[in-house]
Each structure stands twice: as structure tokens, then as C-alpha cells.
């Protein structure tokens, strides 16, 4: 028990002292520090899951597991906290790094300096931003994987990344002080930034102070909102993600659902039913915005002609999805959502690598489609340049021809867009259906009250339909153009290494379309506890600090 | 005290924001200086303004709140100045690499067309 709560602390540490390893190591000993990022990638999700596991088998209401790491009772000291949905985004934060690393591993961790040390930083930015439970921690592990993001954005460098990642970096940086001044704002009214504390504090807050918590939150919404990828905050973040490199663009698939997480947390807990004249603040806003998100970003994917650019755009596509599921504050609906945002973000990272893999063939032998005129020669340097080969053997990257590279590439082609458009027989379908059904059961199908189903959520209904739709017109488009074309060009050279990622991304895709039951359960479990914040903040607030070795010593004393 | 301190934090956002939304890149970064400039005395006028008074316990003064300011949004400040700080360097190299690799010091990376 005592061990298990320590184990909370460790995938934040663990990323960190291992990126301090990589640092000392310096620029030379590429292969060691590939392993050595490779065994604690592995570790860190080892330890996800061992505490998905113990939220799961404690018997503590809500599984909700507190660790003081400075040691200090609640309100005063920051705190870290892991229950049912900060375990799930550690799982999976931790299968996609592992995987990116693999695929990292073959060619791409060559193309710059301080990949590894980076990674490892941004994982660590990742983990200690789903378990922090406090505003101002939330804000120094969101500009420590910021950091990280711009350095891996830019790796590989070239002309587009860099064109790309100035925008990305100046827009993150304004969202990070309107961050700041949302969170200023939230603590001149309450006093405290401690989230549980907060949920205690803000029906309490008076009337006349009311008005500028609610522009705190909303300007803190808006920073998360940017992240998260909300229309319009999101013109940043299709040039970026598509133009970085495929094992960091399958990171990045994660990054959007950070600012998706945040806003989950923050406003079940801050907003929720119990908040009294701001309960389910700016629900509307995100309905809504979600709904502008999908419409624009499906009608993009109609007119996208790169693969890279098309997962961007489903990324934008999910984003909206979840963004307006999680306005409805409904549990069963939250449930699903998370369902859905496991099965996405596995999807969209295996085909972000894919791609790279796909669009490999492509850029080394033709002249690229230009994707818009804007951006003279998009292609040029998404690829590094010719003559100079990342790997340390210097095989040929593109040239020989082995059947099986291309029947894999065209089934795992075939296997994501099933996963991100949502039809049977894979998890994505199991996702868009569990969405649809939460739509028209507002109360769950025990509950057979007769709620009529509201307009927002018929406009939800249709939408989430039609950006099938469109997405499934582009994607068999995107199909017919790379694998059906009758010119004979000579298959991609792929490396094993390469393959594995995306074949295990895959595998759990396809086991969660077996299994989906025991992680629906957990979902609805999870959305549940997220309903109930109340027991969230008991648990944390009831935490009580270890006492002193004197202390606990004079307690002893006194006891016999 | 407070009049004076809004002014200051108005005029460093308002002259941030315009700066911000200028077509150079060395703008943009003046800009995005201006505006961390601005939130940092922002977080610091949020623990309330007060003259004189201690942050942390000291032996001469007596304990009461009447005596003490809040040290807690110094503290953050603390924090921000150096986030920031170090996000303004790391934009500056990717500024310079831009510069570098387009030519032109427009954020879009090109000239715009006349």
C-alpha cells in the first residue's frame, strides 16, 4: 500500500532521471541511449499499468490514490493524484511513446541531435500533466512538454518544419500566458490552486467576485482550448503536426488529448452540478465549438491530398468529437467518449507512421502532388535529403522490391481508416456506436424516462455520422490513389523495426474490438467517478501528511 | 498604487498584442516579451498590492495577516519569469533558423505577394 503510493511519483521521475542520463551521455553513444530510452519507455508504461491496476483492485471509493511529495498537508502543498482517468491517459500516454520510440529507432532518432534526452522529456511533461492536481503544477509540466514538443518538432529540421514550428511556438507561448493569467485570475478569487480545494471554494465564492472567476476559467479554457485543438484556435496545428517527423507526429497524437484531459478534470471538478450558480459553466461553448470543430475539419479532409495531412485533420476531427461529448455532462455519454478516445488516438498514431511509410516510396520517386500552392514544394524537406541516408549502415532506403511490404502497408492502410472513420468490424465502430447510443439514451437504457433526446444532441448525432462520412470518401480516395495506380514503382525498403509499431498498435486495436466490454466498463466507471467529484475531493483533502520520525516516535510512546 | 500598476500592465499587453500581430519575426518576439512582462505583473498585483510588508515570517514582526503579504503569487512569478525567459531563447534560435533557411525574416517564411 505504502509502496503503491510512492509508485505514483515514479513516472514522472523516471523520464526525468533517465533524460539526465541521455544529457551526460552527450551526442555520441546513439545506440546505448536508444536502449537505455527504450527500457524506461517500457518501464514507465509498466508502472501505468501497474496503476491502472490498483485503481481498479483497491477497495477506497472512486480508487483514487494521493501522494504528497513535499510532504505537506493538502491545500498548502502540491499534491499528485491518480484515479481511473488519469491512470487510462498514463496507458496509453505510455503505449504511444513506446511505440513512437520504435519506430524512432529504425531511421528517424538520427536525423538531429537529442532526440532521445527530448523524448524522455516530453514523456515525463505528459505523465506529470495527467497526474498533477494542481493549477500552477498544471502549468510548469504543460510548458516542460511544450518544450520538449518544440525541440522534437522541429527534429529533422528543413524548411517546412521550421516554417511551421514558428508559428506553433508563438502560438503555444501566447496560450501559455493566457494560461497564466487564468490561473492568476482563479486564485485572486479563491485563493488556492490546489483543484480540490477549488471545488470546495467556488460555490462559496461571492456574487459580486463571480464574474471574474468565470473570465479566469474562460481564459484559462481558452489556453486549453488551443491545445486542444477547438475551432477557431486550431490553424496552427495541421501545418505542424503534419509536418513533423512520423515517430513525433504519432507522439503529438497524444498532445491534443492532454488539453482534452485538462479540460475534463478541471471542469467536472470546478463546474459540476454541486457548483451552485456556476454549475456546468461554458457547457454550451464547448457543444457547440466541438460541433464548428467537426464540420470544419471534415470538410478540410475532403480537400486534403497528403496522408499526413489527412491524419492531422482527423486528429482536429476527434478533437471536436470529444470536445463536444464532454459539454453534454452527462456520465454514460463521458464513458463512451473516453472509449472513443482510446480507440482514436491508437489509430491516429499508427497512422501517422504509417504514412511516413507510405509517402516514403512516394517523395523518393516522383514529383510530389503539390499539396496547395501556398507552400511551394511541401515535400521537400518532410523527407530528409537525398544523398544522405540516416542509417548506420547505409542500406538503400528505397529499391527492393519484397512482396510483403506493400500487402502490409495496404492492410494497415485499410485497418486505421476502418478504425478512424468508425465502421465494423474494428474498435472505432464499437466507439462511434457507444456515442450514438448515449445520444439518445440521455439516462442510460435502465432508465427508460421519457427524455425527449435535445436538438444539440440530434446536431451532434448527424455530424458525427456525416465526418464518417466525409473521412471515408477521403480515405478511400487516398486508397485507390497510392495502392490501386497501375504505375509499377518499386516497393518501399521497410525495416522490421519499423513494421512493429504499427502492427501493435493495430493488435490492440483489434483486441480492444474483442475486448471492449471490460473497457467500457472502466470508462463508465471512470466517467462515474468523474460525475461524483466530490469523492475526488474528500480523497484528496483527507490525505494526510506522513508524520515526522520524532512525531511518530512520541505517538508510540504515548500509545503503550 | 493600483491605477498605476493596471496602466503599466494595460500598456505592456496592449503594446504586446500589436506587436505580436505584426508580419516580422523579431516583432513577434519583442511582442510575446511584452505580453510575459505584462502576466507577470499581473500574477503579481492577484496577491494584492501592499508597501513594506514581509512575505515570509520574520522574528521582529508580529504573526498576523495584517503584517504579511502573500508570498504565493511572488512565487509563481518567480516560476513564470523563468519559464518564459527560457521559451523567448529557444524561439529566438528558431527564429534565427528560419531566417536562416528562407531568407526573410517574414513569419510565413516568404514575402508577401504585392
Same mark, same amino acid.
Request: proline letters at 0%; hydrophobic letters at 25%; aromatic letters at 6%.
Given at each position: 500500500m505504502m509502496a503503491m503510493t510512492h509508485l505514483i511519483a515514479a513516472p514522472i521521475l523516471l523520464p526525468l532521471l533517465t533524460a539526465a542520463i541521455m544529457l551526460m551521455l552527450g551526442e555520441k553513444h546513439r545506440p546505448l541511449k536508444a536502449r537505455i530510452n527504450l527500457f524506461s519507455s517500457l518501464l514507465g508504461l509498466g508502472i501505468s499499468v501497474l496503476l491502472l491496476q490498483w485503481t481498479q483492485s483497491t477497495g477506497v471509493p472512486g480508487s483514487i490514490g494521493v501522494y504528497l511529495p513535499g510532504n505537506w498537508q493538502v491545500p498548502f502543498g502540491i499534491v499528485l493524484v491518480v484515479d481511473r482517468l488519469s491512470a487510462l491517459m498514463l496507458v496509453l500516454t505510455g503505449i504511444i511513446g513506446v511505440s513512437a520510440l520504435l519506430f524512432a529507432m529504425a531511421?528517424? #532518432?538520427?536525423?538531429?541531435?537529442s532526440f532521445h534526452a527530448l523524448f524522455q522529456i516530453q514523456l515525463m511533461g505528459l505523465y506529470g500533466a495527467f497526474l498533477t492536481a494542481d493549477l500552477f503544477n498544471l502549468f510548469v509540466f504543460f510548458e516542460v512538454l511544450l518544450a520538449a514538443s518544440y525541440g522534437l518538432m522541429l527534429h529533422g529540421s528543413g524548411r517546412a518544419r521550421v516554417s511551421s514550428g514558428l508559428h506553433y511556438i508563438s502560438i503555444n507561448l501566447l496560450a501559455s500566458s493566457l494560461f497564466l493569467i487564468g490561473a492568476a485570475l482563479i486564485y485572486g478569487v479563491t485563493g488556492t490552486l490546489n483543484m480540490a480545494d477549488l471545488a470546495l471554494k467556488i460555490p462559496l465564492v461571492p456574487e459580486a467576485d463571480r464574474g471574474l472567476l468565470h473570465a479566469g476559467a474562460a481564459i484559462l479554457a481558452v489556453a486549453f482550448l488551443a491545445k486542444a485543438g477547438m475551432w477557431p484556435l486550431n490553424f496552427w496545428l495541421v501545418p505542424a503536426y503534419s509536418s513533423a517527423s512520423a515517430p513525433v507526429a504519432a507522439m503529438f497524437a497524444i498532445m491534443t488529448k492532454v488539453g482534452i484531459y485538462t479540460l475534463l478534470r478541471l471542469w467536472t471538478l470546478l463546474f459540476s452540478g454541486q457548483a451552485g450558480a456556476s454549475a456546468y459553466f461554458g457547457g454550451d461553448w464547448l457543444i457547440y465549438g466541438g460541433m464548428a470543430t467537426i464540420i470544419c475539419a471534415a470538410v478540410a479532409i475532403l480537400a486534403a491530398q497528403r496522408l499526413e495531412r489527412m491524419a492531422s485533420l482527423s486528429i482536429l476531427v476527434s478533437a471536436g468529437i470529444l470536445l463536444s461529448a464532454i459539454g453534454f455532462a452527462q456520465p454514460n455519454l463521458i464513458g463512451a467518449a473516453l472509449f472513443y478516445l482510446v480507440s482514436s488516438t491508437l489509430a491516429l498514431s499508427a497512422l501517422f507512421l504509417l504514412a511516413e511509410l507510405i509517402e516514403r516510396s512516394r517523395s523518393a520517386n516522383e514529383m510530389p502532388l503539390y499539396d496547395e500552392e501556398l507552400m511551394p514544394r511541401p515535400m521537400e524537406s518532410l523527407q530528409p535529403p537525398k544523398g544522405i541516408n540516416l542509417d548506420d549502415e547505409q542500406?538503400? @532506403? @528505397?529499391g527492393q522490391v519484397i512482396p510483403w511490404t506493400m500487402a502490409f502497408l495496404g492492410l494497415s492502410f485499410i485497418a486505421c481508416a476502418l478504425l478512424i472513420i468508425g465502421m465494423p468490424p474494428l474498435s472505432g465502430f464499437i466507439g462511434k456506436l457507444g456515442l450514438l447510443h448515449a445520444l439518445l439514451n440521455p439516462l442510460g437504457l #435502465?432508465?427508460?424516462?421519457d427524455i425527449p433526446v435535445s436538438n444539440a444532441a440530434w446536431a451532434l448525432l448527424a455530424l458525427l455520422i456525416l465526418s464518417g462520412l466525409a473521412s471515408l470518401i477521403a480515405f478511400s480516395r487516398m486508397g485507390i490513389q497510392r495502392f490501386w495506380t497501375p504505375q509499377e514503382r518499386p516497393s518501399p525498403a521497410l525495416r522490421r523495426l519499423e513494421c512493429v509499431p504499427i502492427f501493435a498498435l493495430l493488435a490492440l486495436s483489434i483486441l480492444l474490438t474483442f475486448k471492449a466490454e471490460p473497457l467500457l466498463r472502466y470508462t463508465q466507471a471512470a466517467a462515474e467517478s468523474l460525475n461524483n467529484p466530490e469523492r475526488y475531493v474528500m480523497a484528496v483533502l483527507g490525505t494526510r501528511a506522513v508524520p515526522s520520525p520524532e512525531a511518530r516516535a512520541a505517538m508510540l510512546e504515548v500509545q503503550p | 498604487m493600483e491605477e498605476v500598476i493596471a496602466i503599466a500592465i494595460g500598456v505592456l499587453a496592449a503594446s504586446g498584442v500589436w506587436l505580436v500581430l505584426r508580419p516580422r519575426t523579431f516583432q513577434v518576439v519583442m511582442g510575446l516579451c511584452l505580453l510575459s512582462y505584462g502576466v507577470n505583473l499581473f500574477i503579481f498585483s492577484m496577491g494584492s498590492l501592499f508597501i513594506g510588508k514581509e512575505p515570509i515570517i520574520k522574528d521582529s514582526v508580529p504573526q498576523d495577516l495584517l503584517h504579511y503579504t502573500d508570498p504565493l503569487p511572488q512565487a509563481l512569478v518567480l516560476t513564470a519569469i523563468v519559464i518564459s525567459f527560457a521559451m523567448t531563447a529557444l524561439f529566438l534560435v528558431v527564429l534565427l533558423a528560419s531566417r536562416g533557411l528562407t531568407?526573410?525574416?517574414?513569419v510565413d517564411g516568404r514575402e508577401p505577394k504585392e
Open positions: 531511421r528517424w #532518432d538520427g536525423a538531429g541531435s542500406k538503400a @532506403v @528505397v #435502465d432508465n427508460s424516462g | 531568407g526573410t525574416d517574414h
